[in-house]
């Protein structure tokens, strides 16, 4: 969504064609941008990674108020399906009380589906070769992975 004006082109090319869309999103993006594309946009995979304004801007730089308030806004307005992501990602939102917190949020909006995604490593080479230094996150183990999703009902 940041190449707002492209995506907003080939989402309209793509329903002139009877081609269904969807849109891949972390929600950090004026409102106007969604308001541009939900013409055009059968679904949404919108990612939450924490509802804890802190714990986001520590694991990512920024806040989470524009992300949450836009999943609000879509949840209210937009008629086709959003399908809520979590990733888990050890060492940063991978706590039952942030697990919680998600959920208590999602029980105030409208989507159609929830997964969870495990944190996977297969990124840790692009570090290397840019001279970053790797993130300290954890790959969540199956018994971790299966109390969230009891959490979640799924």
Known sequence: ?????????LLKKCK???IHTAVDTAGNVPWKYFEFIIPY????????????E????A????SNRLIIENLMTLSSVFKGSIFIRIPVIGSFNDTKEEMNKIKEFLNNINF?????L?????????????????????????????????????
């Open 1 to 9: 969504m940041l190449q707002i004006d492209f995506l907003g082109e």
């Open 16 to 18: 002139e064609n009877g």
């Open 41 to 52: 946009t059968d679904m949404f995979l919108f990612d939450v990674k924490c509802i804890s």
């Open 54 to 57: 802190n714990l986001h801007i």
């Open 59 to 62: 694991g990512t730089g920024a």
């Open 112 to 116: 159609d589906k929830i997964e969870l």
């Open 118 to 154: 495990p944190y996977h490593n297969m990124g840790n080479n692009k570090y290397t070769a840019l001279n970053r230094v790797l993130p300290d996150y954890i790959v969540p183990d199956k018994n971790k992975m299966d109390k969230f999703q009891k959490i979640f009902g799924i």
